[in-house]
C-alpha cells in the first residue's frame, strides 16, 4: 500500500505547473552552464564551427516558443472544454494530467527561458568567446528537442479532448484502480468483521471537515495500533463521502482498561486520512465504474442521442469488470505491522449497480442497448459465475422490469426475456 507521503507525491506530479517548473529550471541551468565551462573551450574552435550565429538562433527560439507556447494553452483549455461538455465534467482531471500535453507545455516554456537567459547573459559578455561554443553546441539540442515535441504534440492534438480518447483514459484508470485492489483486497489490512460488536471501550475518531476520502495510509495505521497496543477499525474507504462529526474509525485497545490519550491517538489517525472535495481514480474503483455509466447515461439523453457510445461504454465496462473477475495479479499479503487494521472490502453487488443500474435505467426504451447490456450479464456471469453471477442475475431482473415498462413492442419484450434465461 502506498504511504501518504508518496502518494501526495505523486499528486504535485500530475500537476502541469510541477513539469514545466522542471523544465524551466533546467533550460536556466543549461544556459548558465557555458559560462561555468568557458575556459575548457580551446580558443580557435569558436571560429571554425560559427558559434557567432547562436544570437540570432536565440531570438528566434524565444520569440517562437512564446507564440507556440500561448496557442497551446489556448488548446488545451479547448480540450477541456470538449471533454468536459462532450464526455463529462468528472473525465476532465484525466485530461488534464496527459503527460504528452505537460511536458509539450514544459518543454516551450523551458526552451523559451533557455533562450531568454541565454540572449540576457550574452548581452552582458558573461560567455566570451569560448563560452559561446558549449551555448551553440546546447542550443542545436534544444532546436531538436523542440521539432521533435512539436511533431508529437501535433499529432497529439489531434487526439486531445475526443469523445474516444477521454473515454480510453477513463476506462485505463478504472482498470488500473480495479488491478490495485485486487493486489490489495484490504488496503493492506484485515478484513473488517461482519458481525462486529465494538466494546464499550472503543473510542471514535470523528471527521473534523466534509468531503471525500481519497487516500488511507495503511502502514501509518499499522505503526499507530504498535505503538498504542490498539485495534483500528476503519468505517470508510477511498471514494466513501464524509462529514463533519462523523465518525470516521474506532480506536479499541488491546487490553481491558480504557483508552490513554484518546485526542493524541485521534489526530494521528486523522493525519493517515486524506480528505478532498472531490473523488479520485487512484484508489477508488467505484468512481472509475460510474464514471464511465455517467459517459453512457448522457450518450443516451434526448440532448445527445448517441446509443453507439452507449454500446461502447458497456463493452469497456465489461472489460474492466473482467480486471476484478480474472484478474492475473497475485494478491498480496497483509503487511506485518497492519494486523491490527481492519478495513472493509469492495461489494460485487456495488459494482455492479455502479455500472449496469444508470445505463440500464436511462437506455430502458431501447431494444439494442437492452440487448447489449443482457449480453453484457451474459459474458460476466461466465467469467467468474462463483463471484459475478448473482450479481448479474439480479441486474437483469432489474432490466427486464424497466424495460417491460418502457418497451412498446411485445416482441422486442419476449426477445429480451428469452435471452435473460440464460442466466
Known amino acids: 500500500m502506498i504511504a501518504r507521503w508518496r502518494w501526495l507525491f505523486h499528486q504535485i506530479t500530475k500537476r502541469l505547473w510541477f513539469r514545466a517548473s522542471l523544465f524551466s529550471l533546467l533550460g536556466i541551468a543549461t544556459a548558465l552552464l557555458a559560462v561555468v565551462f568557458n575556459d575548457f573551450i580551446p580558443a580557435s574552435l569558436p571560429a571554425r564551427i560559427g558559434a557567432d550565429a547562436v544570437d540570432k538562433i536565440l531570438g528566434i527560439i524565444a520569440s517562437s516558443m512564446l507564440a507556440v507556447t500561448t496557442f497551446s494553452l489556448s488548446t488545451m483549455v479547448t480540450a477541456y472544454g470538449a471533454a468536459s461538455t462532450g464526455v463529462t465534467p468528472r473525465a476532465t482531471t484525466l485530461v488534464m494530467e496527459d503527460t504528452t500535453t505537460q511536458n509539450a507545455l514544459a518543454t516551450f516554456i523551458g526552451s523559451f527561458l533557455f533562450s531568454l537567459v541565454g540572449i540576457i547573459a550574452l548581452s552582458t559578455g558573461a560567455y566570451g568567446t569560448q563560452g559561446r561554443v558549449l551555448l551553440f553546441a546546447v542550443t542545436i539540442a534544444v532546436v531538436i528537442l523542440i521539432v521533435y515535441t512539436l511533431l508529437r504534440w ?250 417491460d415498462a418502457l418497451l412498446v413492442l411485445q416482441e422486442e419484450k419476449d426477445r429480451l426475456v428469452e435471452l435473460s434465461r440464460t442466466l
Open 154 to 403: 501535433i499529432d497529439h492534438l489531434s487526439r486531445l479532448g475526443r469523445v474516444g480518447e477521454t473515454i480510453d483514459r477513463v476506462e485505463t484508470a478504472a482498470i488500473l484502480a480495479i488491478e490495485h485492489r485486487v493486489q490489495w483486497p484490504f488496503l493492506g489490512g484485515v478484513a473488517y468483521p461482519a458481525d462486529l460488536r465494538l466494546p464499550a471501550s472503543a473510542q471514535p475518531v470523528m471527521c473534523p471537515c466534509t468531503g471525500y476520502i481519497q487516500h488511507v495510509d495503511v502502514s501509518a495505521l499499522g505503526l499507530i495500533t504498535e505503538t498504542h497496543n490498539i485495534r483500528i477499525y476503519v468505517d470508510v474507504v477511498p471514494g466513501s463521502f464524509v462529514h463533519q462529526d462523523m465518525p470516521l474509525a474506532y480506536c479499541v485497545p488491546m487490553n481491558s482498561g480504557p483508552l490513554e490519550a484518546p485526542e493524541a491517538i485521534a489526530e494521528k489517525i486523522m493525519a493517515t486520512l486524506s480528505i478532498g472535495v472531490r473523488r479520485t481514480f487512484e484508489h477508488d474503483p467505484r468512481f472509475g465504474l460510474s464514471v464511465l455509466s455517467e459517459i453512457a447515461s448522457r450518450a443516451l439523453s434526448p440532448a445527445v442521442n448517441d446509443p453507439g457510445t452507449a454500446i461502447d461504454v458497456i463493452g469497456r465496462g465489461v472489460r474492466t469488470l473482467t480486471a476484478w473477475g480474472k484478474s492475473r495479479l497475485p494478491v498480496r499479503d497483509i503487511e506485518p505491522a497492519c494486523e491490527q487494521v481492519y478495513i472493509r472490502g469492495l461489494e460485487v453487488d456495488d459494482l455492479f449497480d455502479d455500472f449496469f443500474a444508470p445505463i440500464s435505467r436511462d437506455g430502458a426504451g431501447l431494444i439494442e442497448v437492452n440487448l447489449r447490456l443482457l449480453k453484457a450479464l451474459i459474458t460476466l456471469a461466465g467469467i467468474n459465475p462463483e463471484r459475478f453471477r448473482g450479481a448479474c442475475a439480479r441486474q437483469a431482473d432489474l432490466l427486464l422490469k424497466r424495460s
